[in-house]
């Protein structure tokens, strides 16, 4: 594991910007937004995952992995099953933050490997249910994430990723 996360921190390092969303007009009666690309960096790490948990699952690399449009705040990732599609926080995408990428990626791996198979409780979907618990624990960093989270690091994260994007934004006017 410690391997991956070495290799992690090399394309994290290869990358200075995560790319910027391309902006799209909203027009009248506009179709929705056409699919966005895979995130190269993501993609990798994700493909690198299941190849490494799941490697009979080669139907999840038609997966699209991308970072968030938008600021998130609350939300560190998500995965849509139908539209097989996974979007993580830009926030994600700072130094202290981005050791996490992959357990991250991994718990919407596990997602995407049950797939809309879960158990239903109370007429209400279990996305976290026994069995989503039981694949995530394979994953090595899965704990220390969580206790990251709970200790406050993701908003850290956040805060420190506002401060350089305004920092950044402040710059540009400066000079133009
Ligand atoms: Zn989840």
Not at 12 to 39: I, M, Y
Not at 43 to 50: A, G, I, K, Q
Not at 117 to 142: M, Y
Not at 146 to 170: L, P, Q
Request: glycine residues 4%.
């Amino acid at each position: 594991m410690s391997n991956i996360l070495r290799q992690i921190e090399l394309l994290f390092k290869r990358r200075s910007t995560p790319a910027r969303p391309r902006r799209v007009r909203a027009r009248r009666a506009a179709p929705r937004a056409a699919p966005r690309e895979n995130d190269p960096f993501l993609y990798e790490v994700w493909v690198r995952l299941r190849r490494e948990y799941f490697p009979d699952r080669e139907d999840l690399d038609t997966y699209n992995v991308h970072w968030s449009p938008r600021r998130q705040k609350r939300v560190l990732a998500s995965c849509n099953i139908r539209q097989r599609r996974v979007v993580v926080a830009r926030e994600l995408f700072e130094p202290t933050a981005c050791k996490w990428i992959a357990a991250v990626l991994y718990h919407e791996l596990c997602h995407a490997v049950i797939g809309e198979g879960v158990h239903l409780s109370g007429g209400k979907r279990q996305w976290h249910g026994a069995q989503f618990r039981e694949l995530e624990a394979l994953h090595p960093d899965i704990p220390a994430l969580n206790s990251w989270i709970r200790s406050g690091g993701w908003a850290m994260a956040v805060r420190s990723n506002r401060t350089r994007t305004a920092w950044n934004s402040r710059r540009g006017a400066q000079v133009s």
